[in-house]
C-alpha cells in the first residue's frame, strides 16, 4: 500500500469577496469529510473490487452459469455484498454531510452574502434574469447529487443559499483537485486551446448550465476581447455566478437566466464557441436532443462547440461501468447511466451535425500542483465521478 497522502486544507481556496467565511470547527468538518472521501475512493474502493472478483462474481457464476451480462446484474448481486454496502452507505453519507456542512456554514452568515452580492451586482446590465423561465424536469424533479434544493431553490428574496453551499462544497468531493477556485475544467479547456488551437480566437462564447460560473470563468480570462454569455435556468445560482466572477475582476461575461432548449434571444450561427462543463449527465432524453438542437443552431460555421464530461459507456469493462453508475442510484443522479449508455454520434448526427467530425479528448485539470500535489500515474484517488481528468468531446462545424 502507498504512503498516506497528504491532502491541501479547505482553506487553500481562494477566499473570494462572496465566498463563505469558514470558523475553526468548520474548516475541521470540511478537512474532515475531504479524507473520508479520499480513504474511501483511495483506500476502500479497491476492496469493492476484490469483493467482486473473489465473492460475488463466483458466486453468480456458480448459480447462473455464467457471468453477468451487464452492470444492472452486476449491481444487483452486489447489492447483497456487505462489503459494497459499507463503501457506498459511507460514500452517500459523506455526499450528505459534505451538504450539511456546507450549508450551515453558508445559512449563519447568509445575509452578509447577500449583501456582499446585492452590492456587486446593483444595476449590472450583465446580469439578466426572468421571472418567467420555468425551471425544467430534469432539475426540479429531484435534488441532484443530493443537494438540498437542487441549484435552484430560494428561500428568501435575492437568495444564494444553494449556490455558495455548491462553490464551498465541491472541495470535499473533489479533495481539492480543481484548484483554489474549483476551474481546474475550464483551465483545462484554455489550456488545450492555447496549446493545439493557438489561432482560435472566439469573439463570442456561449456556456451552457453555467451554475455558479467556475468553469467559464477561466475561458472569459483567456478570451478578455470576447463577449461571453454563460446561461443557467437557476436564478440563485447566476446571481451567486456574476457576484463571484466579479469579484475576481471578470467583466466580460453575461449571466443570463434561459432554458437551453430553446434560446430565441440569440441568433443563428452567432457563437465561435459554445461550452458546457459537467452538464450532459444532468439533462434528460428530452432534454439533451433540443439543447444539442439549440448549439447547432447558434454556432457559426468554423465555430467549435466542446463539452467536458465523463467518458461514455460504450465500449468500457462491466464493472467500471457498474462502479461509474453508482451516482444514478445511490446519489440522485437519475440521468447519469442512461447519458452515459447514449450514442453520442447518433445524437449529434440527428441535431444536424456532421456526426464524423465528433473528436474526443482527454482535458487535464490544470490547478497549482505547489499546493493541491501532482496527480501520479496510479493514483487511485479517483471517485468515478468527479475527477480532474476529464473527457471532452466537440466538434468543429463545418
Ligand atoms: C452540473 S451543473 C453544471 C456545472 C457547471 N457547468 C460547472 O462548470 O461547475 C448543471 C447546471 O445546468 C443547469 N441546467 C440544467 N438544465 C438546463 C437547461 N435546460 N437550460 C439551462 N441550464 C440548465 C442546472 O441548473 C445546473 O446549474
Excluded at 447519458?339 to 482535458?363: K, P, Y
Aim: with cysteine; charged share 20%; proline share 5%.
Amino acid at each position: 500500500m502507498s504512503a498516506l497522502k497528504t491532502l491541501p486544507s479547505w482553506q487553500a481556496l481562494t477566499q473570494h469577496a462572496v465566498f463563505p467565511k469558514a470558523n475553526h470547527d468548520e474548516v475541521a468538518r470540511m478537512n474532515v469529510l475531504t479524507h473520508l472521501n479520499y480513504h474511501l475512493s483511495a483506500r476502500v474502493l479497491p476492496g469493492v473490487k476484490l469483493s467482486y472478483e473473489q465473492r460475488v462474481k463466483p458466486a453468480f457464476v456458480k448459480s447462473q452459469g455464467r457471468e453477468p451480462a451487464s452492470r444492472h446484474e452486476i449491481r444487483q448481486a452486489m447489492l447483497q455484498d456487505s462489503y459494497f454496502q459499507f463503501w457506498s452507505a459511507l460514500r452517500r453519507n459523506t455526499m450528505e454531510m459534505r451538504h450539511q456542512a456546507g450549508r450551515s456554514m453558508v445559512l449563519r452568515q447568509i445575509d452578509r452574502i447577500v449583501d456582499q452580492v446585492d452590492a456587486l451586482n446593483q444595476h449590472a446590465s450583465t446580469l439578466q434574469l426572468n421571472d418567467s423561465i420555468e425551471v425544467p424536469h430534469n432539475i426540479s424533479d429531484v435534488d441532484i447529487h443530493c443537494q438540498p434544493g437542487c441549484y435552484y431553490t430560494e428561500y428568501f428574496e435575492n437568495d444564494v443559499t444553494v449556490a455558495a453551499s455548491y462553490d464551498a462544497g465541491l472541495f470535499v468531493t473533489t479533495a481539492g483537485l480543481l484548484g483554489a477556485l474549483s476551474d481546474g475544467g475550464g483551465q483545462g479547456i484554455a489550456n488545450w486551446l492555447a496549446t493545439e488551437h493557438p489561432d482560435f480566437k472566439p469573439r463570442r462564447i456561449l456556456d451552457i448550465g453555467c451554475t455558479i460560473g467556475h468553469n467559464v470563468v477561466p475561458l472569459a480570462q483567456a478570451f478578455p476581447d470576447a463577449e461571453v454569455i454563460a446561461v443557467d435556468v437557476a436564478r440563485p445560482s447566476l446571481r451567486y455566478a456574476h457576484a463571484r466572477a466579479k469579484a475576481l475582476g471578470v467583466d466580460n461575461i453575461t449571466f443570463v437566466q434561459a432554458n437551453a432548449e430553446q434560446l430565441p434571444q440569440f441568433a443563428n450561427e452567432s457563437f465561435d464557441l459554445i461550452t458546457t462543463a459537467m452538464f450532459w449527465h444532468e439533462t434528460s432524453h428530452r432534454a439533451m436532443p433540443a439543447i444539442l438542437k439549440t448549439i447547432q443552431r447558434l454556432l457559426k460555421p468554423g465555430g467549435l462547440t466542446l463539452h467536458l464530461e465523463q467518458p461514455q459507456y460504450q465500449g468500457m469493462g462491466l464493472y467500471e461501468q457498474f462502479i461509474r453508475d453508482w451516482d444514478t442510484y445511490f446519489n440522485n443522479e437519475p440521468y447519469w447511466g442512461p447519458m452515459h449508455d447514449l450514442d453520442l454520434t447518433a445524437m449529434l448526427a440527428a441535431a444536424g451535425f456532421n456526426a464524423e467530425d465528433l473528436f474526443e479528448i482527454g482535458v487535464v485539470s490544470k490547478v497549482d500542483e505547489t499546493i493541491f500535489g501532482k496527480r501520479e500515474a496510479g493514483d487511485s484517488g479517483e471517485d468515478y465521478g468527479r475527477a480532474p481528468v476529464w473527457n471532452a468531446f466537440g466538434l468543429w462545424k463545418k
